[in-house]
Protein backbone atom coordinates (compact mmCIF):
# COMPACT_ATOMS: atom_id res chain seq x y z
CA UNK A 1 0.00 0.00 0.00
CA UNK A 2 1.40 2.94 -0.98
CA UNK A 3 0.94 6.19 1.20
CA UNK A 4 0.70 9.82 0.36
CA UNK A 5 3.41 11.56 -1.24
CA UNK A 6 4.05 15.34 -2.04
CA UNK A 7 6.37 17.10 -4.41
CA UNK A 8 8.40 19.16 -4.00
CA UNK A 9 10.01 19.06 -0.65
CA UNK A 10 11.09 22.51 -0.69
CA UNK A 11 10.22 25.53 -2.62
CA UNK A 12 11.94 28.60 -2.42
CA UNK A 13 9.80 32.03 -4.61
CA UNK A 14 9.53 35.33 -4.48
CA UNK A 15 6.69 37.66 -3.53
CA UNK A 16 4.27 37.89 -6.69
CA UNK A 17 5.20 34.54 -7.95
CA UNK A 18 2.76 31.56 -8.23
CA UNK A 19 3.40 28.04 -6.77
CA UNK A 20 1.50 24.62 -7.63
CA UNK A 21 2.59 22.13 -5.21
CA UNK A 22 1.64 17.99 -5.90
CA UNK A 23 -0.07 15.13 -3.74
CA UNK A 24 -0.75 11.88 -4.29
CA UNK A 25 -3.10 10.39 -2.38
CA UNK A 26 -2.94 6.55 -0.87
CA UNK A 27 -4.33 3.93 -2.78
CA UNK A 28 -8.00 3.78 -2.45
CA UNK A 29 -8.79 7.02 -1.42
CA UNK A 30 -10.51 9.24 -2.75
CA UNK A 31 -10.46 12.60 -0.65
CA UNK A 32 -7.55 14.89 -0.12
CA UNK A 33 -7.32 18.16 2.15
CA UNK A 34 -5.22 20.35 2.27
CA UNK A 35 -3.41 22.05 5.31
CA UNK A 36 -1.17 24.85 5.82
CA UNK A 37 1.21 24.65 9.27
CA UNK A 38 2.88 28.16 9.74
CA UNK A 39 5.96 27.73 11.90
CA UNK A 40 5.22 27.25 15.59
CA UNK A 41 1.31 26.80 14.64
CA UNK A 42 -0.73 23.99 14.51
CA UNK A 43 -1.98 22.92 10.61
CA UNK A 44 -5.04 25.19 9.30
CA UNK A 45 -7.45 23.46 7.00
CA UNK A 46 -7.61 24.76 3.21
CA UNK A 47 -10.07 22.91 1.43
CA UNK A 48 -10.65 19.47 1.18
CA UNK A 49 -11.85 17.51 -2.59
CA UNK A 50 -14.04 14.76 -3.12
CA UNK A 51 -13.94 13.13 -6.10
CA UNK A 52 -12.51 16.10 -7.94
CA UNK A 53 -14.96 18.60 -6.25
CA UNK A 54 -14.25 21.08 -4.05
CA UNK A 55 -15.83 19.85 -0.54
CA UNK A 56 -15.22 22.64 2.19
CA UNK A 57 -13.20 25.73 2.46
CA UNK A 58 -11.20 26.94 5.17
CA UNK A 59 -10.45 30.58 5.72
CA UNK A 60 -7.98 31.21 2.93
CA UNK A 61 -8.81 33.87 0.11
CA UNK A 62 -9.08 32.92 -3.29
CA UNK A 63 -5.46 33.06 -4.25
CA UNK A 64 -5.56 29.52 -2.87
CA UNK A 65 -7.09 27.36 -5.30
CA UNK A 66 -6.98 23.15 -6.21
CA UNK A 67 -7.82 20.47 -8.62
CA UNK A 68 -8.21 17.17 -7.85
CA UNK A 69 -7.66 14.80 -10.73
CA UNK A 70 -9.77 11.30 -11.50
CA UNK A 71 -7.22 8.95 -10.67
CA UNK A 72 -7.82 11.90 -7.30
CA UNK A 73 -4.57 12.97 -6.86
CA UNK A 74 -4.60 17.05 -6.29
CA UNK A 75 -2.64 19.75 -6.65
CA UNK A 76 -2.24 23.05 -4.52
CA UNK A 77 -2.46 26.29 -6.17
CA UNK A 78 -1.16 29.55 -4.50
CA UNK A 79 -1.04 32.97 -6.69
CA UNK A 80 0.53 36.39 -6.03
CA UNK A 81 2.36 34.70 -2.99
CA UNK A 82 2.85 36.71 0.28
CA UNK A 83 5.12 36.90 3.23
CA UNK A 84 3.17 35.05 5.32
CA UNK A 85 2.48 32.05 2.40
CA UNK A 86 5.64 30.90 3.97
CA UNK A 87 4.84 27.77 5.84
CA UNK A 88 4.82 23.68 5.28
CA UNK A 89 1.92 22.34 3.10
CA UNK A 90 0.25 19.49 4.13
CA UNK A 91 -1.63 16.95 1.81
CA UNK A 92 -4.01 14.38 3.57
CA UNK A 93 -5.69 11.65 1.86
CA UNK A 94 -9.21 9.60 3.14
CA UNK A 95 -11.86 7.55 2.01
CA UNK A 96 -14.92 9.86 2.09
CA UNK A 97 -18.33 8.11 1.53
CA UNK A 98 -21.14 10.26 2.41
CA UNK A 99 -22.33 10.61 5.96
CA UNK A 100 -19.66 7.58 7.47
CA UNK A 101 -16.66 9.94 5.71
CA UNK A 102 -15.89 11.28 9.00
CA UNK A 103 -14.73 8.48 10.70
CA UNK A 104 -12.40 7.79 8.66
CA UNK A 105 -8.53 8.27 9.02
CA UNK A 106 -7.08 10.91 7.49
CA UNK A 107 -3.59 10.31 6.06
CA UNK A 108 -0.89 12.38 6.42
CA UNK A 109 1.50 13.68 3.58
CA UNK A 110 5.82 14.28 4.47
CA UNK A 111 4.55 18.50 3.66
CA UNK A 112 6.08 20.75 1.55
CA UNK A 113 7.94 23.36 2.95
CA UNK A 114 7.08 27.02 1.33
CA UNK A 115 9.75 29.82 1.28
CA UNK A 116 8.23 33.38 0.37
CA UNK A 117 11.47 35.78 0.04
CA UNK B 1 -15.84 29.07 14.35
CA UNK B 2 -14.29 25.98 16.45
CA UNK B 3 -10.86 25.89 18.19
CA UNK B 4 -8.70 24.16 20.08
CA UNK B 5 -6.09 25.16 22.99
CA UNK B 6 -3.14 22.70 24.04
CA UNK B 7 -1.82 24.64 27.21
CA UNK B 8 1.32 22.95 26.94
CA UNK B 9 3.67 24.34 24.21
CA UNK B 10 6.63 22.50 25.71
CA UNK B 11 7.28 19.58 28.05
CA UNK B 12 10.30 18.06 29.16
CA UNK B 13 10.28 14.79 31.11
CA UNK B 14 12.79 11.81 32.19
CA UNK B 15 11.73 8.36 31.14
CA UNK B 16 9.24 6.24 33.57
CA UNK B 17 7.65 9.79 34.13
CA UNK B 18 3.89 10.19 33.87
CA UNK B 19 2.76 12.31 30.81
CA UNK B 20 -0.66 14.76 30.90
CA UNK B 21 -1.26 17.05 27.99
CA UNK B 22 -3.84 18.92 27.92
CA UNK B 23 -6.24 19.93 25.21
CA UNK B 24 -9.44 21.57 25.59
CA UNK B 25 -12.00 22.93 22.36
CA UNK B 26 -14.43 25.18 21.68
CA UNK B 27 -17.62 24.45 20.03
CA UNK B 28 -21.38 24.42 20.90
CA UNK B 29 -22.34 20.84 18.79
CA UNK B 30 -21.13 17.19 18.88
CA UNK B 31 -17.40 16.61 18.10
CA UNK B 32 -14.87 13.55 16.92
CA UNK B 33 -11.97 14.40 18.53
CA UNK B 34 -8.03 13.39 17.96
CA UNK B 35 -4.53 12.97 18.86
CA UNK B 36 -1.82 13.40 16.09
CA UNK B 37 1.63 12.52 16.91
CA UNK B 38 4.80 13.92 14.80
CA UNK B 39 7.61 12.31 15.57
CA UNK B 40 11.25 13.47 14.30
CA UNK B 41 11.73 13.59 10.59
CA UNK B 42 8.53 11.62 10.39
CA UNK B 43 4.54 12.45 8.79
CA UNK B 44 1.73 13.44 11.23
CA UNK B 45 0.31 10.15 12.83
CA UNK B 46 -2.93 9.22 14.58
CA UNK B 47 -2.38 8.54 18.15
CA UNK B 48 -6.12 7.97 19.12
CA UNK B 49 -9.87 9.39 17.99
CA UNK B 50 -12.82 9.43 19.95
CA UNK B 51 -16.40 9.55 18.59
CA UNK B 52 -18.74 8.04 20.89
CA UNK B 53 -18.81 5.78 23.72
CA UNK B 54 -16.70 4.88 26.17
CA UNK B 55 -14.96 8.55 27.22
CA UNK B 56 -12.11 6.68 27.76
CA UNK B 57 -10.06 5.76 24.59
CA UNK B 58 -6.71 4.22 24.36
CA UNK B 59 -4.52 4.44 21.37
CA UNK B 60 -1.18 3.38 20.21
CA UNK B 61 2.34 2.92 22.08
CA UNK B 62 0.63 3.07 25.45
CA UNK B 63 -1.29 6.11 24.88
CA UNK B 64 -4.95 7.11 26.92
CA UNK B 65 -7.10 10.31 26.24
CA UNK B 66 -10.12 10.91 28.42
CA UNK B 67 -13.14 13.26 26.75
CA UNK B 68 -15.11 15.25 29.87
CA UNK B 69 -17.91 16.64 28.00
CA UNK B 70 -18.71 18.76 30.66
CA UNK B 71 -14.70 20.40 30.50
CA UNK B 72 -14.82 20.45 26.68
CA UNK B 73 -11.29 18.76 27.34
CA UNK B 74 -10.05 15.58 25.56
CA UNK B 75 -6.64 15.10 27.39
CA UNK B 76 -3.88 12.89 26.39
CA UNK B 77 -2.16 10.46 29.52
CA UNK B 78 0.57 7.96 29.14
CA UNK B 79 2.03 6.46 32.53
CA UNK B 80 5.24 6.05 31.69
CA UNK B 81 6.88 7.86 29.06
CA UNK B 82 10.20 6.47 26.83
CA UNK B 83 12.77 8.44 25.03
CA UNK B 84 11.01 7.28 21.72
CA UNK B 85 8.04 9.35 22.68
CA UNK B 86 10.12 12.45 22.18
CA UNK B 87 7.91 14.37 19.31
CA UNK B 88 5.44 16.90 18.71
CA UNK B 89 1.56 15.95 19.91
CA UNK B 90 -1.36 17.83 18.29
CA UNK B 91 -5.34 17.88 19.36
CA UNK B 92 -7.61 17.91 16.70
CA UNK B 93 -11.24 18.13 16.65
CA UNK B 94 -13.79 17.74 13.70
CA UNK B 95 -17.62 19.00 13.75
CA UNK B 96 -19.75 15.88 13.47
CA UNK B 97 -20.26 15.00 10.05
CA UNK B 98 -17.30 16.75 8.30
CA UNK B 99 -13.31 15.66 8.05
CA UNK B 100 -11.87 19.08 8.53
CA UNK B 101 -9.93 19.06 11.27
CA UNK B 102 -9.33 22.18 13.29
CA UNK B 103 -5.82 21.33 15.41
CA UNK B 104 -4.27 23.23 18.43
CA UNK B 105 -1.20 24.57 18.25
CA UNK B 106 0.81 21.58 19.47
CA UNK B 107 2.96 20.49 21.99
CA UNK B 108 6.44 19.65 21.71
CA UNK B 109 7.60 16.50 24.32
CA UNK B 110 10.96 15.83 25.47
CA UNK B 111 12.01 12.34 26.97
CA UNK B 112 15.43 12.48 28.59
CA UNK B 113 17.08 9.02 28.69
Known amino acids: ETGVTQSPTHLIKTRGQQVTLRCSSQ?????VSWYQQALGQGPQFIFQYYREEENGRGNFPPRFSGLQFPNYSSELNVNALELDDSALYLC????????????????FGPGTRLTVL | AQSVSQHNHHVILSEAASLELGCNYS??????LFWYVQYPGQHLQLLLKYFSGDPLVKGIKGFEAEFIKSKFSFNLRKPSVQWSDTAEYFC???????????FGTGTRLLVSP
Open chain 2, 92 to 102: AVTPAGFQKLV
Open chain 2, 27 to 32: YGGTVN
Open chain 1, 27 to 31: SGHNT
Open chain 1, 92 to 107: ASSLGQGRLAEFNEQF
